[in-house]
Each structure stands twice: as structure tokens, then as C-alpha cells.
């Protein structure tokens, strides 16, 4: 049976960043998702809601936690309050991650949407960061579905050693919120 895993779009290389690309390569997500026993579904919960290209949507007041709960907002660069929108489409890729019985969800973090453990705190541009996530990483872990983040190479690393890869890399490093950077 093979590991079913929700990732984001752009980690799967589909060009719905904000600025149309993909943000880039990620070697060990798209090493992951290429093993023949990974079963992957892409989703962008952000391109889903806006589009692309977008304006940068950033939390404000909050993490994802707070933004369910109503105490902090999703607020674009632009300044509009795309709380709601954000909300419908985290709950589509939770929707999309039960439609294929995913066992875990790898996110891109930093991200409004998907940030796993580490998102920015208010606009993106001052570079201040807090640890907690996105608002469709939060839907997901209260729905029971654990996520990791693209930058978790030891997390990443011990699921290559589960799925049988010989030279699993990394399982003597950090996770992304293990290390000192955002603080």
C-alpha cells in the first residue's frame, strides 16, 4: 500500500506562488514524492482562493489556530481581508486530503496557508516570524492528519527510512522549527 501524501502545489512544481513560480526546488520533498511507494495529491489552498498571480496574504494577530477561531485575520499586502476566502479553501484541501485517505500532509512553511510550524508574523516584508501554522496546515491537524513541513529533514529523513531507501538522507538533522533562525 502506498504512503498517500497531500502536498503543496508548489512543492509538486506547479507554478501558483504568489509570483507564478514554484518558489523553487525542494531535492527532498520531490525526492519523497518521486518514490514509487508515495502515492502524492498537490493542492494550493491559496491559489485555490486568489489565484495566480496574488497579492501576499499574511496572519495577522494570530497563527492558523487563531484565524479558525476567529481571533486573527488573513490581511493581503494590499491591505483586503481575505479571512474568509482563506478559511473556504483550507477546508477544501482538508476535504481533498480525506477524499484520498492521505496518512500526512508535507507544506511548504512560511506560508499564511500551508506554513507547518514557522509562519510570518504580519506582513511578510518585515521578516518577523512566529512559530505556528498556516490556516489549512491548522484545519489539517485538528482533523487529525499530521503535517510536516519541506524543511523537516530529519522527520523527512525517517520517512525515507520507513519507506525501505537504502541511504535515507539526514535523519541526524533538524526540523525547520528545531532550528534557531525565526527566533
Not at 518558489?23 to 482562493?49: D, K, S, T
Request: hydrophobic share 40%; proline share 6%; with cysteine.
Amino acid at each position: 500500500m502506498p504512503l498517500r501524501v497531500l502536498v503543496s502545489g508548489c512543492l509538486a512544481g506547479r507554478l501558483c506562488g504568489v509570483d507564478g513560480t514554484s518558489y523553487g526546488e525542494h531535492p527532498l520533498a520531490r525526492r519523497l514524492l518521486e518514490l514509487p511507494n508515495v502515492q502524492a495529491v498537490a493542492f494550493c489552498p491559496e491559489e485555490e482562493a486568489f489565484g495566480t498571480p496574488r497579492a501576499m496574504p499574511d496572519i495577522h494577530g494570530g497563527d492558523g489556530f487563531d484565524v479558525l477561531d476567529g481571533r486573527a485575520r488573513v490581511i493581503s499586502d494590499a491591505g483586503d481581508d481575505w479571512t474568509g476566502a482563506m478559511l473556504r479553501s483550507a477546508l477544501r484541501m482538508k476535504d481533498i486530503a480525506v477524499q484520498h485517505g492521505v496518512h500526512l500532509a508535507v507544506l511548504t512553511d512560511i506560508s499564511a496557508a500551508c506554513g507547518s510550524t514557522v509562519i510570518s508574523d504580519g506582513p511578510r516584508r518585515l521578516k518577523v516570524y512566529r512559530r505556528g501554522p498556516g490556516v489549512a496546515a491548522a484545519v489539517l491537524i485538528r482533523s487529525g492528519i499530521p503535517v510536516v513541513s519541506q524543511r523537516d529533514e530529519r522527520t523527512l529523513g525517517l520517512l525515507f527510512t520507513k519507506l525501505g531507501v537504502a541511504d535515507a538522507p539526514f535523519t541526524d538533522r533538524a526540523d525547520h522549527h528545531e532550528r534557531p533562525w525565526y527566533q
